[in-house]
């Protein structure tokens, strides 16, 4: 059974960093990646990473935020810097295996000052 658990949002002041953690069960995924769907708005692409570590971004979060992988922890990370409140979203961390898409269960990041 596969399984996706992120951790690391929270609360954090504009210009501010954050580093979200998700660790993945059940499997080797080829593409992991992050979403992330704010209040009113649709779910959003953020970044992904092949298992080769060949890495994919927004354009609203390029230079800022940097997804890595650990393969062998199977665990996938997004460090968030120079955080703004247009950031403000609930993060989901996310796999496929066709015909199949799993998604965590989602971590809150809030930038306010």
Same mark, same amino acid.
């Given at each position: 059974?596969?399984?996706?658990?992120?951790? !690391?949002?929270?609360?954090?002041? +504009? /210009?501010?960093?954050?580093? $979200?953690?998700?660790?993945? #069960?059940? %499997?080797?995924?080829?593409?992991? !990646?992050?979403?992330?769907?704010? +209040? /009113?708005?649709?779910?959003? $692409?953020?970044?992904?990473? #092949?298992? %080769?570590?060949?890495?994919?971004?927004?354009?609203?979060?390029?230079?800022?935020?940097?997804?890595?992988?650990?393969?062998?922890?199977?665990?996938?990370?997004?460090?968030?810097?120079?955080?703004?409140?247009?950031?403000?979203?609930?993060?989901?961390?996310?796999?496929?295996?066709?015909?199949?898409?799993?998604?965590?269960?989602?971590?809150?990041?809030?930038?306010?000052?």
């Amino acid at each position: 059974q596969v399984q996706l658990v992120e951790s !690391g949002g929270g609360l954090v002041q +504009p /210009g501010g960093s954050l580093r $979200l953690s998700c660790a993945a #069960s059940g %499997g080797i995924f080829s593409i992991m !990646g992050w979403y992330r769907q704010a +209040p /009113g708005k649709q779910r959003e $692409l953020v970044a992904t990473i #092949s298992y %080769g570590d060949t890495t994919n971004y927004a354009d609203s979060v390029k230079g800022r935020f940097t997804i890595s992988r650990d393969n062998a922890k199977n665990t996938v990370y997004l460090q968030m810097n120079s955080l703004k409140p247009e950031d403000t979203a609930v993060y989901y961390c996310n796999t496929q295996r066709p015909p199949y898409v799993y998604w965590g269960q989602g971590t809150q990041v809030t930038v306010s000052s």
